[in-house]
């Protein structure tokens, strides 16, 4: 087990319990569970933190969003704005989050819509986007009034649900278990160059039920960074030191890739969608060459002060093997429903 925060171990059975309680209420039918009789896809995980979800949903749509009309729900954390949101081009992260802004940005074709209640996010982009095919719900695994036909679980290399512990002690805001309703596990953040063995070894720890495929898959960077305006090739980009600023949940492999590459740079580190003040931003003005993560662009790169220093490194998941498979598997699914 990890113990995240240790000293908080005394109550981690009250939060167990109430977990247990609430996953109980939907399992035995008292609470109940909406379906849809269209495709609807739910990507999450029974952990708090970064399992890489957002790459996950933009690999997706790349995918099949020229096959199909899709459109994405998110929650859009750390909005400003409430209720059910349709975005378009105009809209800023801080009116709609900066992942689902992100979403538009790279496939402005695609719905893109945002609202924490999951039920009327459904209801309203079927009603203004009567076409729709299928709906990817980011980060809505947890939400159990909603259900999606397709259940897919990321879970971290570095952190597997397996070896985690409830909260407060730990990361987990459900008990394990409820890893048991996905249809798909995936173990995220993968070193590329992981061995079989290691592989079978996780899969043994994770104990999958009879339902479920596993897959892996890692993170493959960009050969580019690129900021509002230009594009250029990260070796042109790393001959000067830069400092690296991040906002999200664990930038641990984002620093080992760095490093791989023998980069100078000074991490200015702050916590998953970070809101930036204006003390802040005057600091990173002050600096003269910035690389982010796209995520903290969106919140950044409506900063003039910082337009001509501000630059970021793309990231897409690449599947370890039998990526053939998965996509077979989401595209029998969009067909058949």
Not at 154 to 161: G, Q, S
Not at 288 to 302: G, H, N, V
Request: aromatic share 12%; hydrophobic share 40%.
């Amino acid at each position: 087990m990890k113990l995240s925060r240790p000293w908080l171990l005394p109550f981690v059975p009250f939060y167990y319990l109430g977990s247990l309680f609430v996953k109980k209420m939907y399992d035995w039918g008292i609470w109940k569970s909406i379906t849809y009789d269209f495709p609807v896809i739910t990507i999450g995980n029974i952990s708090v933190g970064g399992t890489g979800k957002s790459p996950f949903v933009a690999y997706l749509l790349k995918h099949f969003s020229s096959k199909y009309v899709l459109a994405t729900l998110s929650r859009g954390y750390g909005r400003t704005t409430k209720d059910f949101q349709l975005l378009n081009e105009t809209n800023t992260a801080s009116e709609v989050g900066d992942e689902p802004l992100q979403f538009k940005i790279n496939f402005p074709n695609v719905s893109i819509a945002v609202d924490a209640d999951r039920r009327n996010g459904i209801t309203q982009l079927k009603k203004l986007k009567p076409t729709i095919e299928g709906i990817i719900l980011d980060d809505a695994f947890q939400h159990r009034k909603v259900k999606g036909g397709l259940q897919i679980v990321l879970t971290p290399y570095y952190k597997l649900y397996a070896e985690d512990f409830s909260l407060p002690a730990g990361d987990l805001r459900e008990p394990k278990s409820a890893a048991n309703r996905a249809d798909i596990i995936v173990v995220t953040k993968c070193p590329l160059d992981i061995p079989k063995e290691e592989r079978k070894e996780i899969q043994y720890k994770l104990n999958l039920a009879s339902h479920q495929q596993l897959f892996f898959v890692g993170i493959r960077y960009s050969e580019f960074v690129k900021s509002v305006t230009e594009q250029l090739s990260f070796l042109e980009f790393n001959k000067e030191p830069f400092t690296l600023v991040t906002g999200i949940a664990n930038p641990k492999p984002l620093v080992d890739f760095l490093n791989k590459k023998r980069a100078d740079f000074k991490h200015e580190n702050f916590k998953d969608h970070h809101n930036f003040t204006e003390e802040e931003l005057h600091k990173l003005a002050s600096y003269d060459k910035i690389l982010t993560t796209e995520k903290d662009f969106m919140r950044l790169k409506s900063e003039t002060r910082l337009s001509n220093k501000l630059f970021y490194l793309p990231i897409e998941i690449s599947f370890l093997e039998d990526e053939s498979i998965f996509l077979s598997r989401i595209a029998a699914f969009l067909k058949s429903t």
